[in-house]
């Protein structure tokens, strides 16, 4: 009985490790894709904030 509960245990915990391993490598995905961005954002003309003004201005 302790056996199976242990197995039990063991596997729903190797399940949680598994589904967390894969939301880190998508989130290490999305910070990577967000950084190239970013960086390629950075080397286009510099925004200037009067263009940006919202419509109520």
């Known amino acids: ?16 490790i598994i589904r967390q391993q894969l939301q880190i490598d998508l989130l290490i995905k999305e910070i990577t894709d967000l950084r190239q961005t970013q960086s390629q954002d950075s080397t286009s003309t510099p925004r200037n904030l009067r263009d940006e003004l919202p419509p109520h201005f």
């Open 1 to 16: 009985m302790k056996a199976s509960f242990a197995d039990d245990a063991l596997d729903k915990l190797d399940q949680v």
